[in-house]
């Protein structure tokens, strides 16, 4: 695992209550990374990694999600509308859990969603509350992952799942170039820490949890950052973002520096779908 101590959970915060009219704008609906076939539209490969998370969960009908870092709910509002999934949505950011009401009501799901603003660190939920536990590419943004993990796992149902996309710390390249890089993305993009794909693994086996399928979807999604760059260099937003504060900047100024950490190796994109056992180990 990689850390970055200078990460403050007010600044991700505040990133998200600010930049989220600029990922709509720029990104659409989905704050998360697209998954590419060929040279689709980016929201086609956006909904995409949503749609093949869902596969790969095997959500079924009716479901009780918690959605992790929901974002604009655009993950919450698909599962709801699709699979009529009964969806709980957490955000750190109070703009954005309203932004999330108000598109689940636009979408006629209000009924089945509840947006609410806490931190994913601190809140809690009765135990078997949830069959799935959902999270797109907000563990990075957690500054104790193995005991969010083991609380999380409490909230799920027996035979429950955690379906969890994440940016991870390279598991090959290891010198000292590639973790520059890796501090580096955490620096710009308020990850305290990222761990690799075997420290997932690990946190979910500690958590009881047995992992049923992992997927390297790095060279499917890192073209993500390519068109970023694009369109922040096309659109003026730096201009705006030096108006609004540093960490903007930053933010956009290490969009070329995830790229390359992709395909340098030095990062990689992972997908976890782990399962609570059907009956609790005695010993655990
Ligand atoms: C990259 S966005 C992903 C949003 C959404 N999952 C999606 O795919 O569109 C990260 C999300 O994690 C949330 N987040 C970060 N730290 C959090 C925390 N400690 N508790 C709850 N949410 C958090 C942010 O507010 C934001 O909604």
């Given at each position: 695992?990689?850390s970055c101590p200078?990460v403050?959970?007010d600044e991700i915060?505040?990133?998200?209550n600010l930049?989220?009219?600029f990922?709509?704008?720029?990104?659409?609906?989905?704050?998360?990374?697209?998954l590419w076939?060929?040279?689709?539209?980016a929201p086609?490969?956006a909904?995409?990694?949503?749609?093949?998370l869902?596969?790969?969960a095997?959500?079924r009908?009716?479901?009780r999600?918690?959605?992790v870092?929901?974002g604009?709910?655009?993950?919450s509002?698909h599962?709801?509308r699709?699979?009529?999934?009964d969806?709980t949505?957490?955000?750190l950011?109070p703009?954005?859990r309203r932004w999330a009401a108000?598109?689940?009501r636009?979408?006629g799901?209000?009924?089945?969603?509840h947006?609410q603003?806490d931190d994913a660190?601190?809140?809690?939920?009765?135990a078997?509350s949830?069959?799935?536990?959902?999270?797109?590419?907000c563990t990075?943004h957690?500054?104790?992952?193995?005991?969010?993990?083991?609380?999380?796992?409490?909230?799920?149902?027996p035979?429950?799942r955690m379906?969890i996309?994440?940016?991870?710390?390279?598991?090959?390249?290891?010198d000292?170039?590639?973790?520059?890089?890796?501090y580096?993305?955490?620096?710009?993009?308020?990850c305290?820490s990222l761990g690799?794909?075997d420290d997932?693994?690990q946190w979910?086996?500690?958590?009881?949890?047995t992992?049923?399928r992992s997927?390297d979807w790095?060279?499917?999604?890192w073209?993500t950052w390519?068109?970023?760059?694009e369109?922040v260099?096309?659109s003026?937003?730096r201009w705006?973002?030096r108006?609004?504060d540093?960490?903007?900047v930053?933010f956009?100024?290490?969009?070329?520096?995830?790229l390359k950490a992709y395909?340098s190796g030095a990062m990689?994109?992972?997908?976890?779908?782990?399962?609570?056992?059907?009956?609790?180990?005695?010993?655990?």
């Amino acid at each position: 695992m990689i850390s970055c101590p200078t990460v403050r959970k007010d600044e991700i915060r505040s990133h998200y209550n600010l930049a989220t009219p600029f990922y709509r704008l720029l990104w659409g609906r989905h704050i998360h990374h697209g998954l590419w076939e060929a040279q689709e539209a980016a929201p086609i490969a956006a909904q995409r990694l949503t749609e093949t998370l869902a596969q790969e969960a095997g959500i079924r009908h009716g479901e009780r999600v918690l959605d992790v870092g929901c974002g604009m709910g655009g993950s919450s509002i698909h599962l709801a509308r699709t699979f009529e999934c009964d969806v709980t949505g957490v955000t750190l950011s109070p703009f954005q859990r309203r932004w999330a009401a108000c598109a689940a009501r636009w979408h006629g799901v209000a009924g089945r969603t509840h947006f609410q603003c806490d931190d994913a660190e601190q809140v809690d939920f009765p135990a078997n509350s949830f069959d799935v536990l959902w999270s797109v590419e907000c563990t990075e943004h957690l500054f104790d992952k193995p005991a969010f993990f083991r609380r999380a796992a409490q909230w799920l149902r027996p035979g429950g799942r955690m379906a969890i996309c994440a940016w991870l710390a390279g598991s090959k390249t290891h010198d000292a170039a590639s973790t520059k890089q890796v501090y580096d993305v955490c620096e710009g993009f308020l990850c305290p820490s990222l761990g690799a794909a075997d420290d997932y693994r690990q946190w979910f086996e500690q958590a009881g949890l047995t992992v049923e399928r992992s997927h390297d979807w790095t060279s499917r999604v890192w073209r993500t950052w390519a068109l970023c760059d694009e369109r922040v260099k096309r659109s003026g937003v730096r201009w705006l973002a030096r108006l609004l504060d540093r960490n903007q900047v930053l933010f956009l100024d290490r969009f070329e520096t995830i790229l390359k950490a992709y395909q340098s190796g030095a990062m990689e994109y992972g997908c976890f779908i782990a399962r609570k056992p059907e009956q609790a180990d005695p010993t655990a």
